[in-house]
């Protein structure tokens, strides 16, 4: 016979989508069943198989019979606690009803955490935290004078890298992607008061980006992010990859989400991949638009308006600062890429200047041999010559003794 921690235990191990605890009530030990998912579409009922062959009766395995639709201890054999459903609430007056109290799609760039049932409104006031953006800028400023100071000084002359051209590549890359204008609004980083001096070095005028802020709030975003505006409200940009391409593109869906359908569609005649009501663009998604310029909603991500088809407007699609100086440094890396290339350069030559040494070594060694060989037989030769000298000094002596 199994224990209530056995059973609690086989549920848990199961991995079927709620989780057992055992709670003391003060009158004895309960097992309770709770969904790993909240919201009334995950509600949950129990099956069970019973050696006795009767599965909704009060007996055995039968007692953990659950489901919310039979009868009270004839297949609906536990407690219910809490029922699955929704929270329900108002923004502006609109009513919304979200699967969870942690609700962050209502409102773009807002996250709502809902903690208790209330009877009158509360306000919500959203603002800037401008304190925490400057400091954000203000330590990125720094980080890029000390990765160029970093590369300025391996320029120098006697520095490891000084015969390398790596690091003013680097520098000059680095500097020409913050350089760089967001064409689709006209924005660079002088427009938030980051400016480089004649030198490279970078400064921030913190004066510069309240008075961009104050303009527009989203002067940042647009400036970084990648960013998606689409013409019609039926239509929600989700984002892009790092494939896709800056441009605008035309909507057409052939077949609307919901009732059982997948969205289908194009982005500017090039047909997407729809999963649910998000249409994504395929890969391969190649196009020129009307000024002759490459184009690519590889990777654009749209989401559509369940029941909603054929032409909704046009999304334009605009890839941030922050964006190219990530696929900027992936490239580096990357098969081909400058420092996969340096580096397998210098790989080569490294292993031709063990090779070089190995030779070199081999060469030293065959010198030695030679140089031993030869003061062996200078040896032996002087050896020679000491005993002819001792043998002509006898015969010298003897002659002056004779005489």
Known sequence: QQTLNGIKTAINNADS????????????ERLVLTSKETGQDFGFKIDVADDDGNNTNQSGLSRLAFDPAGVVNAGN?????????NALFTINNLAVSK??????DAVEGVTFTLKKQT???????????????????GDFVTAYNKIRGNLKDQQQKDATLSKETTPSRLERGLRDILRQTVSSY????????????????????????????????KTLEKLFANTGTTTDARVSFLGGA??????TYAISITQAAGGGNTVAGTFGGVAGTGVDNVLTGAAGTYAVDGSGNPTS??????AVLEGESGALGTVTFSRGLASALSAWIDTLNEEGGMLDSRTGGLNSKLQRLEKDEERFNLRLDQIEKR?????????????????TQSYLSQQLSALSNNR
């Open 17 to 28: 989508g709620v989780v057992a605890s055992i709670v003391n009530n003060g009158s004895g």
């Open 77 to 85: 054999n536990l407690e219910t606690l809490q029922t699955s459903q």
């Open 99 to 104: 699967s969870s109290n942690t609700v962050s």
């Open 119 to 137: 009877t009158g409104p509360v306000e919500i006031n959203v603002a800037l935290d401008s304190t925490a953006v400057k400091k954000t800028i």
């Open 186 to 217: 006209g924005l660079s980083v002088n427009d938030i008061g980051m400016q480089f001096d004649r030198t490279g070095v970078l400064s921030f005028d913190q004066s510069k980006l309240d008075t961009a802020l104050v303009n527009d709030p």
């Open 242 to 247: 790092s494939s896709t391409l800056n441009g």
């Open 297 to 302: 909603a590889e990777g654009l991500q749209l």
């Open 371 to 387: 140089y031993r060989l030869q003061f062996t037989s200078l040896d032996t030769m002087l050896a020679s010559m000491q005993q």
